[in-house]
Structures are given as structure tokens and as C-alpha cells.
């Protein structure tokens, strides 16, 4: 069994700045991928950002520039960091973690179960 507990979603208003942590805790042999996902009301979840476990990172192109993922492999903790926040950021992000249970078992997706970040105008 694997937990994904995320924390630092909130209200902010534009320009402001959040940071969102995601801890992963349970059976977990190794982390090969990390990252974050929004989701809008009408709209299919997108990417936002993820790392992967040699330290290669993808952004979409709406956050380049403004948002920045990072890991601590101690904590087993992805971090976004949110800077210059728009309205148009505003939905539910998810953590996803793409992880082994043993060290020779298959990979494994599990998600987060999303905090709210909402930017006001």
C-alpha cells in the first residue's frame, strides 16, 4: 500500500506565490517519476510538470518560466514551486508517482487526492 499526501494548495491573488509538497509514504522500493497535474471543471487533467528520477524535468509550456518542480529522494517528496500566479492556474492539482514496490516488480501509477489552488483577480 502506497499514501500520497499532498499540502500547500490555497487562495492567492495574482502574482502571489504557493509551494505544493507531495509525500509519498508505504511499500516503495524506488520512484522513477514525479510530478504534478491540474484539472479544471469541464477540462481533461493536464500536465504541469515532472521530474524524473535521474533529475530530467518537462513543464508545460503555459508554466515555463514561472513554476518549478524539485525532489528530496531522503523524504520521498516532490515540491512546486508557484511563482507569479495567474487566474488561469487556478484548479485541483494532483501528485502522480510512478514507483516500484520491489526490486523486481513491475512500475506502478498512483495519484494524489488533489488540493485546490485557486488565484484570485
Known amino acids: 500500500q502506497v499514501q500520497l499526501v499532498e499540502s500547500g494548495g490555497g487562495l492567492v491573488q495574482t502574482g502571489g506565490s504557493l509551494r505544493l509538497s507531495c509525500a509519498a509514504s508505504?511499500?516503495?522500493?524506488?520512484?522513477?517519476?514525479m510530478g504534478w497535474y491540474r484539472q479544471v471543471p469541464g477540462k481533461e487533467r493536464e500536465l504541469v510538470a515532472t521530474i524524473t528520477s535521474g533529475g530530467t524535468t518537462n513543464y508545460a509550456e503555459s508554466v515555463k518560466g514561472r513554476f518549478t518542480i524539485s525532489r528530496d529522494n531522503a523524504k520521498n517528496t516532490v515540491y512546486l514551486q508557484m511563482n507569479s500566479l495567474k487566474p488561469e492556474d487556478t484548479g485541483v492539482y494532483y501528485c502522480k508517482v510512478l514507483l516500484t514496490t520491489t526490486a523486481w516488480g513491475p512500475q506502478y501509477q498512483y495519484w494524489g487526492q488533489g488540493t485546490q489552488v485557486t488565484v484570485s483577480s
Open positions: 508505504g511499500s516503495i522500493f524506488s520512484i522513477n517519476l
